[in-house]
């Protein structure tokens, strides 16, 4: 998002390389354009990487793993050792102009709150011990936007400059394009070095008052039904890495992490793979959905959203990269709106974790705080 400005009549400040995929890190950032060749198919995007036909391949897994994957094999490639400062033209020049305003909702609250319930029924009366159920919000625009003007804003608000955006075309999806800020990964690889870093149990940040909102935080460190869980997300990290793994360091506590709207439980997981050691994609396709955008067991979970919510899309899938050596990263596709191939148009989701002991209110009240990461990135 940093490239030169084009040279275009109509538009002679417009960059002129808008990037069709990018990753923003602190640690490291990658950005794209162009494409040589897609897959909705990850083992065929895995088979190019492995006879050398493809350098990288970038893009994005759905929730639904059956699902098309959303991925591409890029004509050009931008490699930055930070995170990324996005173009002049989508900060303060022509394209930093956005008009949005929230179009509807799904469920509408109530609805959300008759969800809830039932499915903390449902986990009390089964063997399901956690369910993730989301809500969405649909923005329209007027004009349309770039969704690399979401991207530019995410990025800029992030405390860490974290940011993504991916073109959804190859699954189908013409012209669309996945767009957030994600804090949690889901897998990094560089190397033997394999690391994640899982967030579940979250609470909402105070502003305004700085005791208050240490206090939030300090009370989601102690609360019995965040650190629960939080340990259905650790377990199934580690049952899953462990095998692949000769040291596998996973700490016996979260930490608290913070964005700019949460306070979320974290925990820190590194490990060494054994030889031969299985790529980032291949790693990123065995880990996700995790409980924390999923639930536990993940079959029971999963049926039990795809009976309730509307298709998630791309939502709680995976964006990321992994190039020939296998090295890459990819974050849990949360914080996220997926703007349509016009961009007239965007959804936004948040979601919440459910457990025996879950309050309805409480968990409306957590999506609506996980929500403002989008909304405030355009002015809602």
Same mark, same amino acid.
């Given at each position: ?13 417009? &960059? ?45 897994? &759905? ?80 004009? &349309? ?11 800029? @608000? ?54 208050a909102d240490r206090e939030a935080g300090a009370r989601l460190a102690t609360s019995a039904k965040d650190l629960d869980e939080h340990a259905y997300v650790v377990e199934h990290i580690r ?131 996980? @929500? ?9």
């Amino acid at each position: 998002m940093s490239e030169p400005a084009s040279s275009n009549p109509a538009d002679p400040a417009r &960059p002129l390389s808008a990037p069709d995929f990018l990753l923003s890190r602190a640690a490291g950032s990658v950005r794209t354009q162009g494409a040589t060749q897609t897959f909705t198919d990850a083992d065929a995007a895995q088979e190019a990487l492995n006879s050398g036909e493809a350098e990288l391949v970038v893009g994005a897994l &759905p929730f639904d793993a059956a699902a098309p994957a959303a991925l591409t094999v890029p004509e050009h490639i931008i490699r930055e050792p930070g995170a990324l400062h996005p173009h002049p033209y989508y900060r303060r020049g022509p394209g930093a102009q956005l008009s949005a305003r929230l179009a509807g909702v799904d469920p509408q609250p109530d609805e959300h709150l008759g969800r809830v319930a039932a499915a903390v029924d449902t986990i009390k009366n089964t063997d399901l011990k956690k369910v993730v159920l989301a809500r969405a919000v649909d923005i329209a625009f007027d004009p &349309p936007v770039d969704p690399r003007l979401v991207a530019a804003r995410l990025i800029e @608000l992030s405390a860490s400059r974290d940011g993504f955006i991916a073109d959804l075309t190859p699954a189908g999806r013409a012209g669309h394009f996945l767009v957030g800020s994600s804090p949690e990964v889901l897998v990094k690889r560089v190397g033997n070095t394999v690391t994640s870093y899982p967030l579940a149990g979250s609470a909402a940040r105070i502003h305004g008052d700085p005791a208050a909102d240490r206090e939030a935080g300090a009370r989601l460190a102690t609360s019995a039904k965040d650190l629960d869980e939080h340990a259905y997300v650790v377990e199934h990290i580690r049952a899953l890495l462990e095998p692949l793994c000769t040291h596998l360091d996973i700490p016996a506590r979260p930490i608290l992490e913070r964005t700019n709207e949460m306070w979320h439980l974290a925990t820190p997981v590194v490990g060494t793979l054994r030889e031969p050691a299985p790529s980032a994609l291949e790693l990123a396709r065995l880990l996700y959905p995790t409980p924390a955008v999923c639930g536990t067991p993940s079959a029971g979970a999963f049926e039990l959203i795809d009976a309730t919510e509307s298709p998630r899309g791309f939502y709680a899938g995976a964006v990321g990269y992994c190039d020939a050596a296998g090295d890459g990263e990819f974050m849990v596709a949360i914080r996220c709106a997926e703007v349509n191939g016009d961009g007239t148009v965007a959804r936004a989701w948040a979601g919440g974790g459910l457990v025996a002991d879950s309050d309805p209110q409480a968990e409306l009240d957590e999506t609506t705080a996980k @929500l403002r990461t989008i909304l405030g990135a355009l002015g809602l």
